[in-house]
Nanobody, 121 residues
Framework: QVQLVESGGGLVQPGGSLRLSCAVS????????MGWYRQAPGKQRELVAA???????NYADSVKGRFTISRDYAVNTLYLQMNSLKREDTAVYYC???????????????WGQGTQVIVSS
């Protein structure tokens, strides 16, 4: 069983900052790619940022220069530092990890429960 638990969301004023965290736990053999997605009301879920097991990153154009994705391999935790937040960043943010886990060492994409980010004055 693999669990992803996000934290760090909340209400912030435009121009402010937040740092999201995602802790991965369970019978993990290896974690490959990890990423942050978001879904705003009435919109489809979209990729915000992703990071490979080797540390390579990619970002949605809308967040480049403002958001930074990182991971701590020692504690299996993913982060998203969000600066210069805009109202259009308001969404539920989800963590995703491609994990090899369990006695059968099978690879699956696992998702967290989501954390709400509201950017408003």
């Amino acid at each position: 069983q693999v669990q992803l638990v996000e934290s760090g969301g909340g209400l912030v004023q435009p121009g402010g900052s937040l740092r999201l965290s995602c802790a991965v736990s369970g019978s993990i053999f290896s974690i490959y790619a990890m990423g942050w997605y978001r879904q705003a009301p009435g919109k489809q879920r979209e990729l915000v940022a992703a990071i490979t097991s080797g540390g390579g990153t990619n970002y949605a154009d809308s967040v480049k220069g403002r958001f930074t994705i990182s991971r701590d391999y020692a504690v299996n935790t993913l982060y998203l530092q969000m600066n210069s937040l805009k109202r259009e960043d308001t969404a539920v943010y989800y963590c995703m990890a491609t994990v090899v886990a369990g006695t059968k060492m099978e690879e699956y994409d696992y998702w967290g429960q989501g954390t709400q980010v509201i950017v408003s004055s």
